[in-house]
């Protein structure tokens, strides 16, 4: 009992940490914030012509201004999550994983704990910009008890997204550059993730084949339970994202385990 | 008579230097192939994860026109156009000119030193020193997107090859213009990338969705209107003052960034940076 309290205290540690460096990088911060506000600007502009065009004041059940909160909610999760390839990945080529795999931490503990700290701070700031802008443009939300849905299903998400992009990052024990691969998988959790689109809006075969991958869970489960609440399906969404974390924490397990037996440090 | 000798010794002169620096260019795109080239695993991954990921956002385009057939007069082969024009003139710009989107670490840290002890032309010899692998997979993606949809005439791949010119040209001077923030204003990384992914993401989207004062800004200050309306207003109907508004604003922002560029030099402190170049 008592080691499982040290640990935890351990990898808190590391969280809080994370969260002070965080801190101190203000102007990043307003970066990132100005970056959410170019694209939601864009994404009002399409989907208020897109509404337009089609005449109609809902389509699948959204209204535009619950598209518009949805992205809000979509982007904020996903411009909160750091880049993990990169850093994994210069910890390769530069030798500092010798130092880091010789820690009595554990490896992806220790990065699991650095992303959430960094991502729940970037989450609030990005979650202000983008509401701030949608506010403005199609009024306030109204979802009721959508919000403690989106809440309860924001820390899967934020996982599942480490989860996802540490298989992808471990790859680095194995090939020189993996920044390829996370663009590719950025843009999946754009497209087969809803983060663009909520998925009941694409074509019912593409949405047949989404709804049997992981991208779903990180950012289409919490931005549809945060728009438009369904007690039933929110307990299905959540069973399924932490199934989802649940098989690729084994993944990564396995990729890591393997990938450390054949690595070669020189440096760090 | 000796006026007209002198200034034929003086042409000779100028072409001779020309192309000297022409060569030099030449050799720099070979070097920066052939480094890009050791690594050659890491190459194929970028420029093709580069191409995949482009290809992705083409599939939401597709589930977009698939619910909107046509959004302010906008189809889907229109957007896969400006995509192709987008990436592709990107695509080259950065292959050929790989560190126009560095100017301003470059500058920042104290790494124009070493440009500055050699004798070549300076903002050719900074931009030409640098390549992007990921590049190579955004150009090859506008070709494809040309060959897939475009008009294939010759008149259509003059008129396609006019895009890629403009796009390419227009991401290259805005670009340029906005590192050279960092001669002025030091550590300008952070507004320069700012105003690069403006750009980038503005000129991703159809121009008509933007209307009133967004609309001029992207036609003046920020111009990527140049490169959203591309599709229709050189592709689809060739609009001769589009065309003619679109050479005027790469003539204004190449202008503006070179003289940016040399103004912001005079004002340049060396960093005390030992390098060497490889």
């Known amino acids: 009992m008592m080691t499982a309290l040290a640990k935890w205290h351990k990898y808190r540690a590391v969280g809080v940490i994370s969260v002070k460096q965080q801190l101190k990088y203000r102007v990043d911060f307003l970066m990132r914030a100005l970056m959410l506000l170019f694209l939601m600007f864009i994404f009002i502009h399409l989907w208020s012509a897109a509404y337009a065009s089609g005449g109609a004041r809902a389509i699948e059940g959204f209204t535009l201004r619950q598209i518009i909160w949805y992205l809000v909610f979509a982007e904020a999760v996903t411009m909160a999550c750091p880049w993990l390839c990169v850093r994994i990945e210069n910890e390769v080529k530069q030798g500092e994983i010798a130092v880091r795999l010789i820690r009595p931490v554990s490896y992806a503990g220790f990065h699991y704990m650095t992303y959430m700290g960094e991502a729940a701070l970037r989450f609030v700031v990005q979650l202000a910009a983008g509401s701030l802008i949608a506010w403005a443009c199609v009024g306030p939300p109204a979802f009721g008890r959508g919000w403690a849905g989106f809440i309860a299903l924001l820390p899967g998400a934020v996982t599942l997204m480490f989860l996802l992009n540490l298989s992808v990052a471990l790859l680095a024990f194995w090939i020189e550059e993996t920044r390829g691969l996370e663009f590719v998988l950025q843009k999946l959790n754009f497209t087969a993730g809803g983060m663009l689109l909520p998925l009941e809006l694409m074509p019912d075969r593409l949405e047949r084949i989404c709804s049997w991958l992981p991208f779903r869970a990180v950012l289409y489960f919490p931005a549809r339970m945060g728009t438009a609440f369904d007690g039933g399906m929110f307990r299905v969404f959540l069973l399924a994202q932490w199934g989802w974390i649940a098989a690729l924490a084994l993944v990564c397990m396995f990729i890591y385990r393997r990938g450390v037996r054949k690595l070669n440090v020189n440096g760090g | ?278």
């Open chain 2, 1 to 278: 008579m000796s006026t007209a000798v002198s200034l034929t010794g003086g042409r000779g002169e100028w072409l001779r230097r020309a192309s000297g620096v022409a060569r030099y260019v030449l050799t720099c795109w070979k070097l920066n192939l052939a480094a890009a080239m050791e690594y050659r695993l890491s190459f194929f991954m970028l420029a093709g994860m580069m191409f995949v990921n482009n290809a992705i956002w083409l599939v939401f385009w597709a589930v977009f026109f698939h619910r909107f057939p046509a959004v302010n007069g906008w189809e889907l082969r229109d957007v896969m156009l400006l995509w192709g024009i987008s990436a592709g003139g990107f695509g080259w710009a950065n292959v050929l000119f790989g560190n126009f989107t560095r100017i301003a670490s470059i500058v920042a840290n104290g790494e124009l030193d070493v440009f500055l002890t050699q004798p070549k032309p300076l903002l050719i010899n900074v931009l030409v020193s640098g390549m992007s692998l990921t590049a190579i997979g955004d150009f090859l993606f506008g070709v494809v997107i040309y060959a897939l949809v475009g008009e294939h005439t010759l008149i259509g791949a003059a008129k396609y090859a006019l895009g890629l010119a403009i796009s390419g040209l227009l991401f290259l001077f805005v670009t340029l213009a906005a590192g050279t923030l960092a001669f002025f204003f030091g550590h300008a990384e952070g507004v320069a990338l700012q105003l690069f992914n403006a750009l980038v993401s503005f000129s991703t989207y159809p121009a008509d969705i933007f209307k009133g004062t967004v609309r001029i800004v992207l036609f003046t200050v920020l111009p990527a209107g140049f490169i959203s309306y591309a599709p229709i207003g050189l592709l689809r109907r060739f609009d001769a003052s589009f065309v003619w508004f679109a050479a005027a604003a790469v003539a204004a922002f190449g202008l503006l960034a070179v003289f940016l560029f040399h103004a912001g030099l005079r004002r340049y402190t060396s960093g005390n940076r030992i390098a060497m170049r490889g």
